[in-house]
């Protein structure tokens, strides 16, 4: 059980990216370098004003990326709202073991620091319903994502007995829901599946969704794990209810996807607690509110 965020297996460096880019995209060279963020699997480097790179900090990370490259354009067409199609590829060399993407720079701010408005709801389920298609043969499986939500019980139960120890966020409408979800059947197809539909992997303009980005978890499988997002981005209730609503599921998908948001608030609030305060309070806020919902 990893306690914090993963570690990086390589130093992604302004340097390193130059080099990169000097070898493999000279055009691209000479612009301004920053690094812009990173996360579990991934590190952001902005590319001038326009662009910005995706680099794998782990080698779990780049067949992640490999599924990005493969899938994404042929997805983005039919969506509703924007996400980072690779404009450019690059493949290992100066060291550097990963493959490497160069997507456009979408403005915004993501939705943990700048939530959707109450009326995004039904944009949300639109978004969902318009990606949540029957998957090719060849799409990509996990066994973290879209998969059996089985699949996570120990590792989640392990951390849920640390939260119940430690904090009041595994209430009894926590446990009933995580219990609920494991029980409930998958009653559709192997759909698209984004994979980390989360807050900080969201972007939002004055309000309304400007672009759901990190695909790395994209597969085919219950779309379940997506629809845990309701609780992660809405702190209405109302709103909550309305992408429900909107989105159409039944009652065994809809105990299904509040057992995906008991994984995700557990899982941010136990690892964001060691090292990442934003990723604690999303994992807690999503546990509040669907504590709320049920109670």
């Not at 000479?30 to 690094?35: A, H, M, R, T, V």
């Not at 943990?112 to 709801?121: G, I, M, R, V």
């Not at 799409?139 to 640390?162: D, H, K, T």
């Amino acid at each position: 059980m990893t306690a914090g965020t993963p570690p990086a297996e390589i130093d992604i460096t302004v340097a390193l990216v130059r080099k990169l880019l000097q070898a493999q995209h000279p055009d691209l060279a000479g612009l301004p370098l920053e690094i812009a963020g990173e996360g579990w699997d991934n590190v952001m480097v902005r590319l001038g004003e326009d662009l910005v790179l995706r680099l794998p900090r782990r080698n779990v990370a780049d067949q992640l990326l490999r599924n990005e490259q493969r899938w994404l354009p042929e997805l983005a067409p039919r969506l509703p709202l924007p996400v980072p199609v690779p404009l450019r590829t690059g493949v290992p060399g100066e060291g550097y073991p990963y493959v490497w993407s160069v997507l456009r720079w979408i403005e915004g701010e993501t939705a943990d620091l700048a939530p959707p408005d109450a009326s995004e709801a039904p944009v949300l389920a639109g978004f969902l319903k318009a990606l949540h298609q029957t998957a090719p043969d060849g799409a990509p499986s996990s066994e973290v994502r879209g998969c059996p939500l089985g699949n996570r019980l120990e590792n989640i139960e392990r951390r849920m007995a640390v939260l119940a120890e430690e904090t009041d966020a595994i209430t009894s409408a926590i446990r009933q829901a995580w219990r609920a979800g494991l029980a409930a059947p998958i009653d559709l197809p192997r759909l698209w599946v984004a994979g980390d539909v989360h807050a900080r992997n969201v972007l939002v303009r004055n309000g309304k969704f400007a672009a759901f980005i990190d695909w790395g978890d994209i597969c085919a499988g219950d779309p379940a794990s997506d629809l845990a997002s309701i609780w992660g981005l809405f702190e209405s209730a109302d709103a909550r209810r309305a992408a429900i609503d909107a989105y159409g599921m039944s009652e065994a998908t809809l105990a299904r996807a509040r057992g995906w948001a008991v994984m995700y608030g557990v899982l941010l609030l136990e690892t964001g607690r060691h090292d990442h305060p934003r990723h604690a309070k999303m994992g807690a806020d999503t546990l509040r509110r669907l504590t709320e919902d049920l109670t």
